[in-house]
Each structure stands twice: as C-alpha cells, then as structure tokens.
C-alpha cells in the first residue's frame, strides 16, 4: 500500500473510532452508520490496493475490515460476527508474513473475541481455531 493509501486508511479508521469514543453505547446509530460507510471504504481500499507487496499494511486492513464487522454485529449480529471471522482469516497470512508481532497479537486477540461470541463461549472447536 502506498503513503496515500495508507493515510486514507488512517483517517477512515479515526473517524470510526472518534464515533465510537462519542457514543452513549457500542449500538448507537451514529457508531453504526459511521462502521458501516468505514466497512464500503476499507473495501474499496483493499480493491485499489491489489496485489500489494506490502503484506503487513494489506493483512492490517484486513484487521481493520474485521474489527469494523465486529463494531457492526453489536456483538450480537452472527452473519457480521461471521464476515468478521472471514476477514480475519484472510489478515492472518498476510500479518504473519509481515513479520510484526504487535499486529499478530492484536489480530488473534480480536479473531479470538469473534470466535468466543459466534459460539457462544462454548464451542472448543472455536477456541482451536
């Protein structure tokens, strides 16, 4: 991902955390109108991206697009706790092979927040994943 992209990345991502910062509450309309314009950028942004050679940025985004589902389902949303699962996956090889263990950490721990909600704390299956 080039300066500008990243940087793009980083505004989209700003203005979604200031909602949620704000908000009264995780579900507040303001919080889910602003994930959901964030989650149609990131996606565009992923599209312009390509085939970056920046897999560490790519496999982020990717984080950012599953944490954004995330903010989406309230916590409650399966089809978007699943879409989150999806992105996750596909950030997992991607931050691997960037080499950065911050953004390893961070990833499994978000991935392992969706797993536990989308069984419902007690599929083992799950947690193995």
Not at 48 to 76: C, H, I, M, N, Q
Not at 92 to 121: D, Q, T, Y
Request: charge should be negative; avoid cysteine.
């Amino acid at each position: 991902m080039n300066a500008q992209q990243l940087q793009r990345r980083q505004e989209i991502m700003e203005r979604l955390w200031a909602a949620e910062d704000s908000a009264p509450h995780p579900e507040a309309p303001g919080v889910l109108a602003e994930a959901s314009l964030a989650l149609r950028e990131l996606e565009a942004l992923l599209q312009t991206a390509g085939g970056s050679e920046d897999p560490l940025e790519v496999g982020r985004t990717w984080r950012y697009v599953g944490d954004t589902y995330f903010t989406l389902s309230a916590k409650k949303d399966k089809d978007a706790l699943a879409r989150a699962r999806e992105a996750y996956l596909r950030a997992e090889p991607l931050s691997e092979a960037g080499g950065e263990a911050v953004e390893v950490a961070k990833l499994n721990f978000n991935h392992a927040n969706v797993l536990r909600l989308i069984g419902g704390g007690y599929d083992r299956a799950l947690f193995e994943e």
